[in-house]
């Protein structure tokens, strides 16, 4: 149990302080951080002038590149220059396989999880990853003035538990307080939506560098519903330039690429791409692997090359609405994402199947970065009251392995979250005292068609006659799409003991590891910064407590004041101090000293919800 | 839990939706975890558990089908993952004969007409069992509450075969 903080209504819970928020937009081509200063959101731009920085980074021989210096030297250090990393996130190895050919650099199999072999050492995606999300938090600090509070970084709706939780691991080896993890489709609706201030059903059609997305969003009196969401985790503009790069292949008779030549291909593929979309015709001239190469490709046929893939993201969408109930003219607008749909095909194929013209007016390529920044400043505490509720949904459904190597859902794909689902076990042997479960994500009814997120063991279960134990599992997900499981015998009331192996992903330790062993992380400052961590916590729940005593004092009686307040003096005193688990043990006291004061306020603040709603009636 | 508490409404079969709606969305301003990014992890965590809850419980009462099984949990009948045959023969007989013509719409030769068709019949079979079942949970006796029960488990099969002809629909559009 916890103590919420609830502000009255018009009324901070806090002393008004502005904080320092970025919202980031890790995308799988680029990249870009934005803010809100003086009430607007915009990107940020680092000290070379840029807001738009390749997700490009390079190991070199003396120091790590990010962004446009990493791309310069791309053609001559292929092997060592990480482009679309975030297509590796949360996958492993074998997986991966298929995307191998066409990557410039030597994937590696690290523990069952792709990585990647550079001059520096094995990197994995979380690391490759910590580095541009580093470089972006330093661009915002150097243009806010000061550490950043805390940061909102974007995700694709479609992607799995594996790829979010990585995508969190990386801010964390970042050294980033994530406020939220938002889905990028839900980010640009953020950003139109509060912009236009206009009703109805939305539909987010993003097809970035790595993903396409298909989100329907409904926004009615400041709630932004999320009422499905679709699409392909491995569809994207990049597609559209291996198609090209396929195509001059074929033109040149070249079948087997070296590294620097497939780099030298795909860079002549999108200035190509990106020409088309304003010119009918577009040529090209360049060398690979000393041969000489030059012609042209015209629209017509750039659109017969990629025809078949828009096709597939009109078939995402009809799904979209099917899950949502509605048909496309229920849509009232469109709004476009990713500088893929700069491709006229796009907009001309997506304004056919809405039949309406999709939204423009913002950059697509910074829309997403935009409405993080929006959520963020809101997040972090600048603003005293919520305008918006955003109700997001999981994307894939989560399941269970059963007899047979079949799914059982156990919460279905595009249920609201945060959501907690219970499901019940029992033994099926006598004495058995431990059970495997595999949690699986996905659609599909075989478990191979599935992916599989983690294994569980539980251990400790009283021995029992065969089918006498009651095993409840709750699984729970909460707003960043983020799932924990806890288990329970319930006959007996033993929690039994969960062993947590991710199929795709860091253990907890792994990351902590990681930290700690990085070089801009050496011992001191790791300790430092668990210190700060403490500290932050201490001045959360120190400023939590207090506003609810200011509150509800009038809850506890005389004994429990005292011994809250006095608990609360001496973890602000230990606060002052440089022991690290001495302040952890402080807060920890405080917590259990307010847990029952915590569950009163809560009741309270139902009764008051609810009351308030049916003042709003009369 | 009962979320019909949480919600302050009255634990009755019929509900105002709309209502429903309302005050889901009040309780949802209030304790999304939005509210507490930037609050100790403690209330984080207090907020997470909290909207799930509500979560859970908007989703139970605003199916017909989930609310009458928690109204009849309520009342200490639990049939929510209870494994169970029916001996009702007529019953059976029914659900036989609509499987049957399931099967056969896309060898039909006007598919949509029969999707329509079957759509119809089972719309009319629901409706007719959910007004049983409303009377039934209404009475609140021991007998009807039994039979509710009864009710419940019949309508499953029917919304099991209406998503099942959804399936079909979709298979035939695509």
């Known amino acids: ?618 | 839990m009962n979320y019909f508490q949480l919600f302050d409404l009255p634990a009755t079969f019929e509900l105002d939706l709309t209502e429903l709606g309302s005050r889901y969305l009040a309780l949802q301003r209030q304790f999304h975890p939005d509210n507490f990014a930037a609050a100790s992890n403690r209330d984080r965590l207090m907020s997470v558990q909290q909207t799930a809850n509500i979560n859970d419980a908007y989703h139970s009462l605003k199916q017909p089908l989930l609310r009458a099984e928690h109204l009849l949990a309520l009342r200490g009948l639990k049939i929510s993952h209870e494994q169970r045959s029916f001996t009702d023969p007529v019953f059976l007989m029914q659900q036989m004969e609509l499987r049957e013509q399931l099967e056969d719409i896309s060898s039909s030769n006007d598919p949509d007409a029969a999707i329509m068709a079957v759509e119809q019949q089972l719309q009319q079979h629901r409706k007719g069992l959910l007004r049983q079942l409303a009377a039934a949970i209404a009475a609140n006796m021991p007998d009807q509450n039994q039979q509710a029960a009864e009710l419940v488990r019949k309508l499953k099969f029917f919304f099991k075969l209406q998503h099942e002809l959804e399936l079909i629909e979709q298979k035939i559009q695509d």
């Open chain 1, 1 to 618: 149990m916890a103590l919420l903080q609830i502000a009255e209504p018009g009324q901070s819970a806090a002393p008004h302080k502005h904080k320092l928020a970025a919202g980031i937009d890790l995308g799988t081509t680029n990249s870009l951080v934005a803010a809100v200063r003086s009430g607007q959101a915009s990107t940020l731009k680092n000290t070379a002038g840029i807001d738009m920085i390749p997700s490009v980074v390079r190991y070199g021989p003396d120091k790590t590149q990010v962004g446009h210096e990493a791309v310069a030297a791309a053609v001559a250090d292929a092997s060592n220059t990480i482009f679309s990393i975030k297509r590796l996130m949360g996958k492993g190895y074998t997986e991966t396989l298929p995307l191998a050919e066409l990557l410039s650099y030597q994937l590696v199999d690290q523990d069952g999880m792709a990585a990647v072999a550079t001059r520096e050492g094995v990197k994995n995606p979380v690391e490759i990853s910590a580095e541009i999300l580093a470089t972006l938090a330093d661009t915002a600090s150097q243009v806010l003035g000061g550490e950043l509070n805390g940061v909102v970084i974007t995700v694709p709706a479609y992607f799995d538990d594996a790829q979010r939780q990585a995508t969190k691991d990386a801010a964390k080896l970042a050294g980033l307080n994530v406020l939220r993890l938002l889905n990028e489709p839900t980010a640009a609706a953020l950003a139109y939506g509060l912009d236009s201030g206009q009703e109805g059903v939305i539909a987010v059609y993003d097809l970035g560098g790595g993903t396409f997305d298909i989100s329907i969003l409904r926004l009615k009196r400041g709630v932004f519903e999320v009422l499905a969401t679709g699409g392909d985790s491995a569809l994207g503009g990049d597609d559209f330039d291996q198609a090209i790069v396929g195509w001059l292949q074929q033109k040149s008779g070249q079948q087997q690429l070296s590294h620097s030549a497939r780099r030298q291909y795909l860079t002549v593929a999108r200035q190509l791409k990106e020409q088309l979309s304003a010119d009918t015709t577009a040529s090209y001239d360049f060398s690979a692997d000393q041969q000489q190469f030059s012609g042209s490709l015209s629209r017509a046929e750039f659109e017969q090359l990629c025809h078949a893939l828009v096709k597939k993201t009109l078939r995402s969408c009809r799904q979209a609405l099917r899950d949502a109930a509605i048909t496309p003219d229920d849509v009232a607008s469109v709004v476009m994402v990713g500088g893929s749909t700069r491709v006229p095909l796009v907009r001309e194929q997506v304004a056919q199947f809405f039949v309406t013209d999709p939204l423009t007016s913002i950059d697509p390529d910074k829309v997403v970065a935009i409405g993080a920044a929006i959520q963020a400043n809101v997040l972090v505490g600048n603003k005293a009251e919520h305008e918006t509720l955003l109700l997001d949904v999981i994307p894939l459904s989560l399941g269970l392995e059963t007899m047979g190597g079949l799914t059982e859902k156990i919460i279905p794909r595009n249920t609201v979250i945060p959501v907690a689902r219970a499901q019940e076990f029992t033994t099926f042997k006598d004495g058995q005292t431990a059970m495997a479960i595999h949690v699986l994500q996905g659609e599909r009814e075989l478990v191979e068609d599935c992916r599989s997120l983690a294994r569980f063991e539980l251990r400790g279960i009283p021995p029992m006659p065969a089918g006498g134990a009651h095993i409840r599992v709750t699984f729970q997900v909460d707003a960043d799409g983020l799932l924990s499981v806890s288990a329970e015998e319930k006959s007996s009331g033993v929690a039994a003991g969960i062993q947590v192996k991710p199929s795709y992903g860091l253990t907890d330790d792994q990351v902590a590891n990681m930290i700690s062993g990085s070089m801009q992380h050496a011992r001191q400052d790791m300790q430092r910064r668990l210190l700060r961590e403490q500290q932050v916590e201490a001045d959360r729940v120190l400023e939590a407590v207090g506003t609810a005593l200011n509150t509800d004092a009038n809850l506890l009686s005389e004994d429990e004041l005292t011994q809250i307040k006095r608990a609360l003096a001496s973890l602000a005193q230990v606060r002052q101090q440089e022991d690290t688990a001495a302040i952890k043990t402080a807060i920890e006291h405080t917590n259990i000293l307010t847990d029952d004061f915590a569950a009163l306020r809560m009741d309270k603040s139902i009764r008051l919800a609810l009351q308030g709603h049916k003042v709003d009636e009369v």
